[in-house]
T-cell receptor, first 114, second 112 residues
Framework: QQQVKQSPQSLIVQKGGISIINCAYENTAFDYFPWYQQFPGKGPALLIAIRPDVSEKKEGRFTISFNKSAKQFSLHIMDSQPGDSATYFCAASSLIQGAQKLVFGQGTRLTINP | NAGVTQTPKFQVLKTGQSMTLQCAQDMNHNSMYWYRQDPGMGLRLIYYSASEGTTDKGEVPNGYNVSRLNKREFSLRLESAAPSQTSVYFC???????????FGPGTRLTVT
């Protein structure tokens, strides 16, 4: 049972364009929605995260849009650069006894063409 | 700070062999996690430890055991490896008052 569904699986964007990755979740108990970025041969690293009490969060060129009623959230990368080429994972979690159980989406391989 | 370290980086096992994956963090984080990453599946939680002395099952615990040796170290053991356990394994840790998990560089395990 995939509790977090991510699309598309792969995405090619021209340099300077906008990259958009979408996720949908099922469990309304989730209260933290991060996006992780992973380069080949490395572990994932937190890019940006949002809690459900806000509809949008922006950090530099990266923006999360969050729609609580639709149970969807998305990552927008403005002015996409070749250095943004990586795999992106959305995730959702709730805290259980001090631990955070993350449920990840399937991942999106993003390629930015120069 | 080295952050989260994992050993070994690569390992090849034969079916039925056992091994332990080691993970250590030097950031004084309370909770630690083991994930496996498979193509098209994202990362899936195997086991986690909310604090020293406690461990609990995640989404895919079958075939694995863990030990939270102390606050720094969290090991993952495969008692009898199976080809289905071929994967990349990541360890992560998290400070108490932050949502961010810090991941190690991973261990690529192949079971033949």
């Amino acid at each position: 049972q995939q509790q977090v569904k991510q699309s598309p699986q792969s995405l090619i964007v021209q340099k300077g364009g906008i990259s958009i990755i979408n996720c949908a979740y099922e469990n309304t108990a989730f209260d933290y929605f991060p996006w992780y970025q992973q380069f080949p041969g490395k572990g994932p690293a937190l890019l940006i995260a949002i809690r459900p009490d806000v509809s949008e969060k922006k950090e530099g060129r990266f923006t999360i849009s969050f729609n609580k009623s639709a149970k969807q959230f998305s990552l927008h990368i403005m002015d996409s650069q070749p250095g943004d080429s990586a795999t992106y994972f959305c995730a959702a979690s709730s805290l259980i006894q001090g631990a955070q159980k993350l449920v990840f989406g399937q991942g999106t391989r993003l390629t930015i063409n120069p | 700070n080295a952050g989260v370290t994992q050993t070994p980086k690569f390992q090849v096992l034969k079916t039925g062999q056992s091994m332990t994956l080691q993970c250590a963090q030097d950031m004084n984080h309370n909770s630690m996690y083991w994930y496996r990453q498979d193509p098209g599946m994202g990362l899936r939680l195997i086991y986690y430890s909310a604090s020293e002395g406690t461990t609990d099952k995640g989404e895919v615990p079958n075939g694995y055991n863990v030990s939270r040796l102390n606050k720094r170290e969290f090991s993952l053991r495969l008692e009898s490896a199976a080809p289905s356990q071929t994967s990349v394994y990541f360890c992560a840790s998290k400070p108490m008052r932050s949502g961010e998990q810090y991941f190690g560089p991973g261990t690529r395990l192949t079971v033949t």
